[in-house]
């Protein structure tokens, strides 16, 4: 049974009008023994929840003649036959949604799901619609429109075969491999890689020299002088020549190998930074509304800062001991078997020492970073709003908050200390122990005679060295779980997909008019629904106003119509072909953007302007100024135009800002304006300074324009008034106020206001303080 | 004064607000602090978003009105608490869970370990990709592998 895939699915005839998710097949044979034999199923809902709201499958089906419900209690179908006045009504609430059968007296039946089965209950209501009213009217229903997304009946972008907000919802953790990963920024550098791996095993190969030419030395020289043979000065002299070209050679190759793969390692990191900034700017707003900015930043430069290091020095070291130590052993092997044996006993313990602390490290310094990040986050958040924490002097406060994520960044710190500490001096007690069996069983060998004192000799020095190197390897345990840790933060960033995807298949614009148009648009943020079912058409050139109260959906409209984000239901199509299959930046290209609180960059006011356009000429700035009414303060600065404005910039008031920021959308030539709020940030003067900007912005656009005072849209060809996240009336300002609908009272709400305005401007209301300074 | 206010339920299972003078109207009822004291601040909110009445505190209702407002809470809210984490698919996110809650079995996706909200001490709230909100009541008192699980995150 559950090898019937989805293709026979659809082929079997019960099945040939369906539409939407395929029903699961743990519930296909029940719901194939409820059909008559003519029946057909239409749509379904595997639902996941039960009435009384607990985790548990079951399905609604709508067939051609009927609505089936699974009821628990039963273990049966509820079935609903088509009646007049039958309603399926669709709601959701904190992250459940609901469909209720109702009619016009009462709920006849309702069932529960998560909001992930939301499009397929859309469906599900649809199409319900629609087969009622044909079998009431006792018409043939239509067949099903084709070409629709399979998961969410979405219209699929023409040029794509997946359905954008779908394929959204895929979630494929990230290996754990991580720094394996890192190959890809490395192959650039293979060439300077590999010729370091060689300088690498020349130098080490270099540095074991020594403790070799120590064995002649001290059996050819030393013990046979103390037997009285005197000195061949002769023979001391080449080998201590030896021992200082070993020693060059290897200082020389050291060097060598250090630059080379420092550079190499150098340019590593800064490709990482870059790649993953690149990546970073092209994901979505609603990235970026979930992280904080000190998390990003410090992802983007400590990060790769510390895998540099890694690969740079701790990589280095650590292959430079391994090539060592396997060196050795050869050579300690090929001089003694029996006392290499004995010297390599404790390598295998200190092997599964560096294991067994591997994990709950990596863990440890996982959280470390995290908590890190922390501290960093309560710099970004109270800096920034420094103003507002002095005004309330909450400075204490702030200190405390500081404070608490210190304490908690030393918590952390303890707990992996106390892991670490007891490591590296286990790693030496080790070493000394190593050391000692090698001395005792030595100098049971030298007694038995099988080795010589110069062997011995040798070996101690070998080793020595060799575990001191392995207490410096253990410590790579620690460097690679916070370079991996760190990887996996950067790649956390690169693997994350943006939810507002370039188009596999993209397709061009043509000379764009202006046209916009949204089929049902619907928007979800989080289990909050903020759009539902908006339909509008703009034509090229129109000037359409939305009005609503705020959280009405307005600026949500405007960020999907910008594809800040994208639809979570519909359509939003520029010259008919829908924005998702265009690609981002070539759509953006149309679209100028004016928002209630302009951003400037730091730099000249000039740079400023031409933000959107970099290459603009000086005289296309100036006169994209003039038009934006801000030539005549921009000459006034000191300055002029290569006055610093932003961040540590001047000072300029709001409406200065505002009218940059015109001149910057002005200069773009967009054929699509939108002005979020453009005018409500600044008083009433400068706000008809900035209108009459604004005139000369919109003339032969298409424009969209947001703004709380209604009175500033009286210009707009239509206005389309939003409540709740649906379009409730569109019309002009006279057809609405006639119809003394919603608009109206909007309308009248805000006159009213300014009326009492009017009316107490008779007598000012003034502070008390203030009456007496006028006094 | 909050016992003044009545509450029924309608042939469509809708709650309905009786104000004193006997009119009736459909209302919402919206808890303003669901988490931290969700029996206090209940608003009665009507189809178009405008709040009509106030239950400073459930226990000030009558009886009645405070079964039928109860029974209508409990069928619209949903935040189930997490009572063990079975399994997780990894620790680098996105993260499938698989969890036990009070309202059975399911699995959630956890995007990103910013969706793990700190509440007030020791609470925890956890967003999956659908949009529910779990929650984690004290995440000291979970055994010892969901604690161990939840670690990696936090």
Known sequence: MNSESSPHVHAAPAYSDYLGPAVPDAWRPRLDAALAPDEKVLASLALDLDTRLQFRSGLVALTSKRLLGWDHETQDWRSWEFRDGMVLRHRDQAGVASLDLIDATAKLDGWRFTLALDPAAHNLADRFKAQLECVLAGRQPAPPEPLTCPTCDAPLPPGTDECPTCAREIHTPPSTWTLLRLWRFARPYKGQLLAGFILTLLSTGATLVPPYLTMPLMDEVLIPFQNGVPIDSHKVMMLLGGLFAAALVAWSLGWAKTYILALASERIGADLRITTYEHLQGLSLEYFGGKRTGDLMSRIGAETDRITLFLSLQLLDFATDVLMITMTAAILISINPWLALVTLVPLPFIAWLIHAVRDRLRYGFEQVDRVWSEVTSVLADTIPGIRVVKAFAQEKREVNRFKDANMHNLQVNDRVNRIWSVFSPTVTLATEVGLLIVWGFGIWLVADKSITVGVLTAFLTYISRFYTRLDSMSRIVSFTQKAAAGAKRIFDILDHVSSVPEPAKPQHLPAVTGAIECRKVGFRHGNRTILRGVDLSIQPGEMIGLVGHSGSGKSTLVNLICRFYDVTDGSIRIEGIDVRAVPVSEYRRNIGLVLQEPFLFFGTIAENIAYGKPDATRDEIISAARAAHAHDFIMRLPHGYDSLVGERGQALSGGERQRISIARALLIDPRILILDEATSAVDTETEMEIQAALENLIRGRTTIAIAHRLSTLRKADRLVVLDRGQIVEIGNHDALMEKQGAYFRLYEAQTRKLDDVAIGADKPIVPPHREHANA | ?154
């Open chain 2, 1 to 154: 004064m909050t016992h003044t206010i009545t509450l029924e339920r309608n042939s469509f299972g809708q709650l309905v607000f009786v104000a004193p003078d006997g009119t009736r109207q459909q209302v919402n009822p919206v808890r303003s602090f669901p988490i931290a004291a969700p029996t206090e601040g209940i608003g009665l909110v009507n189809t178009e978003g405008e709040e009509v009445a106030w239950i400073t505190r459930i226990t000030d209702l009558s009886p009645a009105s405070r079964e039928v407002l109860e029974a209508d809470l409990s069928t619209r809210e949903f935040m189930p608490v997490i009572e063990r984490i079975r399994s997780v698919s990894s620790f680098a996110t996105p993260s499938t869970w698989e969890v036990d809650t009070d309202r059975g079995p399911t699995s959630l996706v956890l995007k990103g370990e910013e969706d793990i909200r700190r509440l007030v001490r020791p609470a925890l709230l956890i967003a999956d990709s659908r949009g529910i909100n779990f929650l984690i009541r004290d995440r000291y008192a979970l055994d010892a592998h969901s604690k161990k699980m939840l670690d990696r995150f936090l």
